[in-house]
């Protein structure tokens, strides 16, 4: 009979793969949805998921605070998916500026929730020392998840059209809801949960995160270098759909391509993020988080170099290595600097806001800069940016991994399972 941390690990598989579609709602999708569907341009589109996503990106440290604060996480990670979803689902009924803009305000709030929680739960369930693999894990799943679905959407948004990302999204809520409650209650040591060691049950004051975030140099190198990376990201898998859709007309073609995007990135990012978890004790945090800059650098350069669409597919290889690195090694990295503090979903929420600020502004320049110079002009701005980012990480960034004393304390006060 499967242990109570087997069966806890087991529905986190299981979690990670559904919850995929939640985590960050239509994400490039409706940027295709509005454009194709809609007929907005660029500009809109990226001042309309701008506006829509500030609210929640300076709600990540409150929100990471309250993920700490809590122990129903399962019912948090739960109510945010639910949360997301409808939030997605009401866009097709109001397709206006505004009543887009509130539901992402909304909708991110809840987004931002997702991510913090599932890993406070993974630490709670398997500890400190075996962190990285299980995060690399849930990425890899994570990953899957999302790959699976993309594959569904491109065989059917042909057919069916835009409805089935409205489908799909209510189908994977039900399958997030039920492996959040299948992971058992007692299986999640809380203490180790929220960034303290089992040992550590004291009640004594402890830095907010803002604190913790602002008095630690490697968090704000990690936050202020990957700032950077989201600036010139997080734009460019919506700039890469819509150049598809431009080239491709016809019923659902647009999402279709889009999610070939995904596809190929996601069939990368599996291997890529397992990978970064299993080998990122061994080989150090550092190498493989600079392996990212390189991988979106050398994207926004290739392309530009043909509108080819089985070209712009294959370019999407090195999304997914820099996307499953990052996701695999993120929470890892802020869990190896705030050990001990007692608030890792905050750190993680304030970090994650530096992070969200660059995102935000991708959306608004990259859609500023298509409408005034084009597709091509974008992209080299943008990997001008990760290049730019790159040689600031590798320069200034430490190795957060633990040292061999450290490894020792961890291993030493975490109970057998």
Known sequence: MPT???????????????????????????????????????????????????????SQAPLGALVDAVRAKRVLIAGAVVVMTATCVVIPFAPQFWSVSAAGLVGALAGVIIGPTLASISLGVVGPMRFARRNGRNEAFFHLGDGTLSLVILLTAPIFGSSVLFISMIFTALVSMAAAAAVPKAAIDHQVARGLLPTDSSQEARPSAW???LGSRPLLIFAGCFALFHLANASMLGLIGQKLALENTGQGQGIALTAASAIVAQSVMVPVAALAGARAD????????????????????????SDNTAWLLAVQLLDGVGAGLLGALFAVVV?????????????????????????????????????GFGYDAAFLTLAGIATLGGLLFWVFMPETRPTLPQRHEATVAEPVT
């Open 4 to 58: 109570l941390q087997q069966r806890a690990e087991r529905a986190l598989d299981v979690l990670s793969f559904f919850v995929s579609d939640a985590r960050y709602g239509l994400g490039a999708y409706l940027g295709v949805y509005l454009l194709s569907e809609h007929g907005w341009d660029a500009g809109s589109i990226g001042a309309a998921l701008s506006i829509g996503a500030m609210t929640g990106l300076l």
């Open 282 to 305: 061994a080989w150090g945090r550092k190498p493989l988080l600079l392996a990212a800059f390189i991988a979106l650098a050398m994207r926004g350069v290739l392309v530009t170099l």
């Open 211 to 213: 604190s913790v975030l």
């Open 335 to 371: 869990a190896d600097v705030t050990r001990g503090c007692g608030h890792f979903a905050a750190a993680q929420g304030a970090v994650g806001t530096v992070h969200g600020i660059g995102g935000v502004l991708s959306l608004a320049l990259a859609g500023q800069l298509v409408v």
